[in-house]
């Protein structure tokens, strides 16, 4: 996207008052947005997004300056621009520049710039009528389509030139069932990192029923009873818990500054011996996957806990320096809007030895979380509070009755360590992950586990 000569004297020009490291990202986004209520398209927008960050190191201090403004005049007065925040001693660096080839996990086969836009339509509507088409108690369908295509060029001062192409495609559904006054709604967001080719891997019409009957089933669901007591979650989505209850706590971002309460902890027991955890890059077509992250490191699997011992954290550039370890390829950003740092890819605990019907079958009474929904996580303590989207209670080793309005109330470290049985059913679920440098695509999973006690919010006493 700009040529050797231009990045050189760029990355030279941020080095210019003592900086010790300069990095620039180009981007050029292609990305088309359309949202279907109730059968009908009422917004479609494509656009482009094209633009550099520059980011420069002294020592632990880092400075981010971007621009769209493309020029080798402008990147040049960016670059200085940047460098003015910091005060040193040129060191006489040159720069040279090896082009870095990367390993492609993500094949693309079908262009989302080559779809026609009544073929992305056409997909919306089959997913709209599923839905709709369920239960007369289905009184709104939302379905969002979102296709990207992020080509990225990474350079920096220690001579690395490398270049990446993110193709990715996602598919939304909200139902909304009504019952009197009462309304309930259940979404599901299945994507990959792949093109239009996701709707030959998928089956839109399932997974729009599947939302519709989720709805349904918790309009007329009872509430759920609150207490303390066993809480069986399932596989996919509920992985959500460990990403934003443990795997935020795990990020360089917050460990390197000490305000992780897993700061400092590698080697000790943090969770159950069942329990081994894991982020992944490097899974083909995976949403949250990348062939190299948004410093130009290569990506790859990092055990983070392996039998309830925490192994390592995902660590990006700036704060490997803090930590004096080497960066885990998990540096990501938004856009070139956005300075990078660590964040999660495909984060999943790893498949154990029962069954989701053992799991049932030996409780004797428990809250059965099918579907989790949003919640909050302080990263520094570790406590949560997320809402349970479908829910139902196992009495005598069986699922009994749907139940409504629960929360899980806890904290992550705590919970670790209360697993105490983990199916085999291993399954991910996409999501949105914001942070300090802004929302990406993230997936979460894990099998169905039973965690032995979590308190439960909800409307009536547990009996």
């Not at 040129?90 to 080559?114: D, H, I, Q, S």
């Not at 081994?276 to 899974?283: M, P």
């Not at 009755?401 to 049985?421: C, F, H, W, Y």
């Not at 099998?447 to 006690?453: F, K, S, Y």
Request: proline share 3%.
């Amino acid at each position: 996207m700009l040529s050797e000569n231009v990045i050189t004297d760029v990355l030279l020009a941020a080095l210019s008052t003592g900086g010790d490291f300069a990095e620039i990202f180009m981007e050029d986004t292609y990305s088309t947005q359309i949202r279907m209520l109730d059968g009908a398209v009422d917004e479609a927008v494509s656009g482009r997004d094209f633009g550099v960050g520059i980011r420069i190191f002294q020592g632990w201090q880092s400075v981010y300056a971007y621009t769209n403004d493309v020029s080798r005049e402008g990147l040049i007065k960016t670059a200085r621009e940047a460098a003015a925040a910091l005060r040193g001693v040129p060191a006489g660096k040159t720069v040279v520049l090896a082009r870095l080839a990367v390993e492609k996990f993500n094949p693309v086969r079908l262009e989302p710039r080559l779809v026609k836009h009544g073929d992305r339509v056409a997909v919306m509507k089959r997913a709209h009528l599923a839905a709709a088409g369920f239960h007369e108690q289905i009184t709104q369908v939302a379905v969002n389509y979102w296709d990207v295509d992020q080509n990225v060029c990474i350079a920096n001062s220690e001579g690395l030139l490398v270049e990446d192409r993110r193709v990715r495609t996602r598919l939304s559904i909200n139902a909304v069932a009504s019952k009197g006054q009462e309304k309930q709604s259940a979404f599901r967001g299945p994507g990959r990192h792949m093109g239009f080719e996701l709707f030959e891997r998928i089956d839109v019409e399932e997974i729009a029923r599947d939302a519709a009957q989720s709805a349904v089933t918790m309009v007329n669901a009872d509430y759920a009873p609150g207490g303390k007591y066993p809480v069986i979650i399932d596989n996919e989505f509920g992985g959500v818990i460990f990403h934003e209850a443990c795997g935020h706590s795990l990020e360089a971002t917050s460990v390197a500054k000490g305000v992780s309460e897993f700061s400092g902890k590698l080697g000790e027991k943090i969770a159950s011996e069942l329990v081994t955890a894991v982020d992944d890059g490097t899974i083909p077509n995976a949403w949250g996957s990348q062939n190299i992250d948004d410093e130009g490191t290569k990506t790859r699997r990092n055990v983070l806990i392996e039998n309830g011992i925490l192994k390592g954290y995902m660590i990006d550039r700036l704060n490997a320096r803090r930590m004096g370890m080497e960066p885990t390829g998990n540096a990501r950003r938004q856009s070139y809007k956005y300075a990078p740092t660590s964040r999660m890819t495909n984060t999943f605990i790893c498949a154990g030895e029962s069954t989701r019907e053992e799991i049932i079958a030996n409780t004797e009474y428990a809250l059965y979380a099918k579907r989790m929904g949003g919640g909050s996580v302080n990263p520094a303590t570790g406590e949560f509070n997320f809402a349970v989207a479908e829910g139902y209670m196992v009495r005598n080793g069986k699922i009994a009755e749907p139940v409504r309005g629960a929360t899980l109330i806890g904290k992550g470290s705590e919970i670790l360590q209360k697993i105490d049985m983990v199916a085999s059913n291993l399954a991910t679920g996409q999501g949105m992950c914001g942070s300090l440098s802004g929302s990406i695509p993230a997936d979460v999973g894990q099998p169905t586990i039973r965690v032995a006690e979590i308190t439960v919010g909800g409307r009536k006493e547990a009996n």
